[in-house]
């Protein structure tokens, strides 16, 4: 390849690197990487190569932020004229021909932007671009030096930041790594040799230099010493060979002719030494490539260039790519600018946008995979937690209901809630009823005369009881799945995001940008939410308010023989089909096995011991005028979870309303009742125990009928249903039926056309640069 092309080649190259700098792109540009420690020759070398000296050694050019050095040989410029590169711009400044005015320069920038960042060291490169008659077609990233310790004044952390940006720096495949190290460390006690390893193990894309090697020279005498020291056997392995420099150690001013010429003088003087000063001389044949800068030069441009051509049709396709994408988003930034004066065009869009959001949450609620769960979904714990509504009130045992360690959203987790909700339901009994409360309802009732007041005094008790405790719990139902409800707006966000970029031909309306509009958008769909759980909150309330009326005959419509077993009702699979347990165990995805001895969950033993004492008939009271048969004084019994005492064996009915006609008869005998809590055996306490037990099973009954007729059905139908049929219409009324003035508020704020037309320029000018390094790309490749 000649002249002419390769430096067209690398003059585009130069330009694509200046254009990646300036817009942030990550282009696999083909480019040498200068590493090291501090004081091993970096900065010698990056002049020798440039071919003049500007003192950067004095400014720590390369301790604090990478420098880009782009050199270019030009045969015209018989001085070197630098140019810098705007800061966040692809423009190069004027030329700065004097020396001391580039190190002033590097370093000014050096510090403003560190004290802009205040940090002690910044990623983020100079670029200056050397054109030169004496220098090669060569660029270089020169990075900061490898420290031990932190200099006075800077954060401990600096040498780790330096050794973490470096690595950074160094790690992309297609940058080669130019790694310096002076000639009187031994391979063997290389600091930061290891840390070369870690970013190309294999040293594939690492050029070794060995500096200052003249003087090491002193130390060889015979030639099986340097050809021993040359090959490097046994740390770098046998395909590696290092290149060995030596520069001029006169750092006085002298002209750039001058300095050239030092140069070649000193590699004259190693070759000299090493054929006449060393017995034997050395193995020319093996080792004369590696030795001087001269060769080092004459290959860091050829391998540069052999990249450069390796590189170039990869290049092309990825140009072609990035100006294609910047193309698409210009059409579309000019999209939005029209449309910002299209009231028209934007209600279109913008209902567009909210039906399909609206249908991908009526699609999650049916039941849907993506997104993924294992990303979007959440456990119950994880409810619970980002709710912050906390447990179940009034439950005082663990609520876990099946599949609660899966990560649910949408349908999936609204029936686990709803599961949770029946489960902490049913973990709930009658509480203790103290024996004032039996006697402040009880004896109120004996004033009105007439019969059943056990009756009625345990069904005021147990509506009491139910108003009280099932309350709160209703809320925290509506609450909770209203949270779950809540987050399907993100999930649907993302899946209507994932749909477009498929590309399915249907247009959902692009509303990517318009911040305004997508908050208005998820404060309504919230709002929805909001009203939804309220009004589920009213009817459930209104639903618990009938159950417990003094005028309901829930309490009236017991079956002694099934209140039992429909405490357990709940449990059973052909009424929860949801129970089946999908969480991580042993049997996951299998359906538990039926069994007769299962209990609801929440519930403990005693609890089922309790249910099977109360499906007892209710005692008869007996009259104080009549003798107790068979007393057992200190017995005890345990029904509906109270303690209660056993005062003797009682005649037993078989129907609760006879044993309250006779009960009353016999208060009316006695005048009265008692309910002393001194005497256990008080013929009186008996109409305490069986009020307690006739509560616990009117509680019960209120319970079961609340729950599996009521509020199951009201929950699913007043979420679910309107989530699915008229979640749109709501959006819809509050987004869009609005005067136009209100509407264009959503998109169109003080300021923001003037933001989009500043977007839409700095767009058009990365596609014009980009465009342009196309262009330059493509005339290569038909040249190539």
Excluded at 133 to 139: G, K, V
Excluded at 209 to 230: G, I
Aim: glycine share 6%; net charge negative; proline share 5%.
């Amino acid at each position: 390849m000649n002249a002419p092309e390769f430096k067209s080649r690398f003059e585009a190259y130069n330009r694509l690197q200046a254009t990646a700098v300036a817009f942030g792109e990550k282009l696999p540009i083909p480019e040498i990487v200068a590493i090291g420690g501090q004081s091993d020759g970096k900065s010698s070398l990056l002049e020798a190569l440039l071919g003049f000296r500007f003192n950067i050694r004095e400014v720590e050019m390369g301790t604090r932020r990478p420098l880009i050095l782009q050199m270019v040989h030009d045969q015209s410029a018989l001085e070197p004229r630098c140019r810098f590169q705007e800061e966040d711009s692809e423009e190069y400044g004027s030329p700065v021909v004097l020396a001391s005015a580039i190190a002033d320069l590097i370093k000014s920038r050096t510090e403003a932007l560190l004290k802009k960042s205040k940090t002690a060291v910044s990623p983020k490169p100079i670029v200056m671009r050397a054109e030169y008659a004496h220098c090669p077609n060569l660029t270089i990233i020169d990075t900061p030096g490898f420290v031990l310790k932190s200099k006075k004044g800077e954060p401990e952390s600096t040498p780790d930041d330096i050794l973490s940006m470096v690595k950074s720096l160094a790690s992309p495949p297609h940058r080669l790594l130019l790694f310096l190290q002076q000639s009187s460390v031994e391979w063997c006690s290389s600091l930061w040799l290891d840390a070369i390893r870690e970013i190309d193990p294999s040293f594939r894309r690492t050029i070794i230099v060995v500096s200052k090697f003249d003087n090491r020279l002193k130390e060889f005498t015979d030639r099986w010493e340097v050809d021993r020291y040359l090959s490097a056997s046994g740390y770098l392995g046998d395909n590696t060979h290092p290149y060995f420099v030596a520069l001029p150690k006169d750092k006085g001013t002298v002209s750039n002719e001058e300095f050239r010429r030092q140069i070649s003088n000193v590699d004259t003087e190693v070759l000299r030494h090493l054929r006449k000063d060393v017995n034997g001389g050395f193995d020319e044949e093996k080792f004369r490539p590696f030795i001087g800068f001269a060769s080092l030069k004459e290959y860091l441009e050829s391998e540069l260039q052999k990249r450069y051509k390796e590189a170039a049709p990869a290049t092309l396709a990825l140009l072609e790519q990035r100006c294609d994408e910047y193309n698409t988003n210009l059409a579309m930034m000019d999209s939005k600018i029209k449309a910002t004066s299209d009231v028209a065009h934007l209600r279109r869009s913008a209902m567009m946008h909210a039906a399909s959001i609206s249908s991908h949450i009526g699609a999650l609620i049916d039941g849907a995979a993506d997104p993924a769960p294992e990303q979007w979904g959440k456990t119950t714990p994880e409810e619970l937690s980002e709710s912050g509504i906390g447990s179940w009130p009034g439950v005082i045992s663990d609520v876990k209901p099946p599949n609660s360690t899966l990560k649910l959203y949408g349908g999936a987790a609204f029936e686990r809630v709803m599961h949770e909700f029946r489960c902490a339901t049913y973990s709930i009994e009658c509480p203790s009823v103290s024996r004032e409360k039996v006697a402040n309802i009880l004896l109120a009732h004996a004033g009105r005369g007439g019969v059943g007041r056990n009756i009625e005094a345990a069904a005021e008790i147990a509506r009491a009881a139910a108003r009280s405790w099932l309350a709160p719990l209703l809320d925290t139902a509506c609450d909770r799945l209203a949270f779950v409800l809540g987050n399907l707006f993100d999930l649907a966000v993302e899946r209507n995001h994932t749909r477009d970029s498929l590309d399915y031909g249907i247009n959902n309306g692009d509303m990517d940008g318009y911040i305004g509009f997508c908050a208005a958008l998820r404060h309504s769909y919230n709002g929805f939410i909001k009203d939804l759980s309220k009004q589920c909150k009213q009817l459930v309330r209104h639903h618990l308010d009938s159950v417990t009326s003094p005028y309901s005959q829930v309490c009236y419509e017991i079956d002694l023989g099934s209140v039992a077993s429909s405490m357990y009702k709940f449990n059973q699979p052909q009424v929860a089909p949801f129970s089946i347990e999908l969480s991580d165990n042993n049997q996951e995805n299998i359906p538990p096995e039926k069994n007769i001895n299962q209990t609801t969950p929440g519930k403990n033993t005693e609890a089922n011991n309790v249910l099977r004492e109360s499906q007892m008939t209710i005692p008869e009271t007996p009259s104080p005028d009549i003798a107790c048969e068979g007393v057992y004084v200190g017995a005890k019994k345990k029904e509906n979870g109270i303690c209660i005492d056993i005062v003797g064996a009682r005649k037993r009915h078989s129907r609760l309303t006879g044993n309250g006609r006779n009960v009353d008869h016999q208060h009316h005998q006695n005048g009265g009742l008692q309910f002393g809590n001194g005497d256990i055996i008080s013929k009186s306490g008996s109409a305490y125990l069986d009020i307690c037990s006739s509560a616990a099973q009117h509680f019960a009954r209120i319970r079961e009928v609340l729950i599996e007729r009521s509020v199951s059905s009201t929950l699913n139908s007043g979420f679910l249903t309107p989530c699915r049929n008229r979640l749109v219409v709501a959006l819809g009324l509050d987004l869009f039926a609005v005067n136009d003035e209100e509407f264009m508020d959503m998109f169109v704020t003080p300021g923001a056309i003037d933001v989009l037309e500043n977007e839409r320029q700095s767009l058009h000018k990365r596609q014009k640069i980009l465009q342009s390094c196309l262009h330059e790309f493509k005339n290569i490749a038909r040249a190539l």
